[in-house]
């Protein structure tokens, strides 16, 4: 799936598992799911390194918290698992997938195209971390939530800021992208 990576690809994936990590630490603590600047660092691997290598670097990064490395919001390790926002964070691999397929799909995407992958994966994010949430609490760790209470605290508290992410990712990436000449199907 991923081929030989070249040294430029790797060194690239490696930075934003980096940014990934570092914008975990870049947050507003609100119960149950923090504000992070996670989204826009997730969005750009998509839309400047492509599906695949996007969807590698944020692979790596979940890959780290799992095994020890306190690189998520509230540290690492496999009990991240049971916590309410780790279902945010498969979502986040997919994100950073769909947002870089629709923006390679085309050879100079339009900032309304990689705007509009960034809101794909974007809804791809709250509909894992959603589900993720409502199956822990109501079937695992037995605090039960409704689905108002879910839509309300797990989706339109960040819509707003997840959409200024969003636009600011897009944009970034409509500047840098053919400078950086990191996507399609290199080998």
Known sequence: M???LNTRQIVFCGLFT?????GAFIKIPLPPIPFTMQTLFVVLSGLLLGSRLGALSIAVYVALGLI????????GGLGYLLKPTFGYLIGF?????????????VPNPSFKRMLAGAFAGLAVVYLCGMVY??????????KPMGFKTL????????VPSDSVWNVIASL????LRGTLNLCGRQA
Do not use: M
């Open 2 to 4: 991923f081929g030989k």
């Open 18 to 22: 980096a940014l990934a990590a570092v």
């Open 68 to 75: 020890g490395v306190p690189v998520f919001t509230q540290g």
């Open 93 to 105: 691999i997919l994100d950073s997938w769909i947002a870089g397929r629709v923006a390679e799909s």
């Open 133 to 142: 949430v409502y199956i822990l609490c109501n079937y695992v760790i037995d």
């Open 151 to 158: 839509i309300i605290y797990c989706f339109l508290i960040f």
């Open 172 to 175: 970034i990436a409509k500047r």
